[in-house]
């Protein structure tokens, strides 16, 4: 397995869902080192439930090349259960079923693939499930 791509799925956030939890109860997905609210430093690692509602979403229909075949394509503003706010694309979904409010379930799938050396990035994306 290529170095790069061993990395890639060793990102705990990546592919486990795992947020900092901080202490004022601030939930971070990505990882942030700094509590945005108090200014501490002291956090819990948690695993996220996999589960969200749609705060705002977008259908993309011009994108760069990494992504031009995909389009169209929907990418939203999620609120998990646990408070962490992400940006995911949506999947397996139609554009019909997509509002704000929806609820949604996430999950591992193939992002893309980087370049002439081809490795692949897996990621979470989000389907709507009611």
């Given amino acids: 397995m290529a170095n790069s791509q061993r ?3 060793e ?7 795992e947020a900092q939890k901080f202490p004022s109860g601030f939930v971070s997905l990505p990882n942030r080192y700094v509590d945005p609210i108090s200014g501490k430093k002291e956090f819990e690692k948690i695993k996220l439930q996999g589960f969200g509602t749609i705060l705002s979403y977008t259908i993309i229909h011009i994108a760069s090349d ?4 995909l389009t169209p ?8 259960d646990e408070g962490a706010r ?3 694309m949506i ?9 704000i409010g929806a609820r949604v379930e996430f ?5 893309m693939e980087e370049g002439a050396s081809g ?6 994306k989000a389907k709507v499930i009611g």
């Fill in 7 to 9: 990395y890639t799925r």
């Fill in 11 to 17: 990102i705990p956030h990546r592919y486990r869902l």
């Fill in 66 to 69: 990494q992504f031009k075949l």
């Fill in 73 to 80: 394509y929907a990418v939203a503003i999620i609120e998990t």
């Fill in 86 to 88: 992400v940006t995911a």
């Fill in 91 to 99: 999947t397996d979904t139609n554009f019909e079923d997509l509002k």
């Fill in 107 to 111: 999950v591992l799938r193939k992002i």
């Fill in 119 to 124: 490795i692949i990035n897996y990621g979470y």
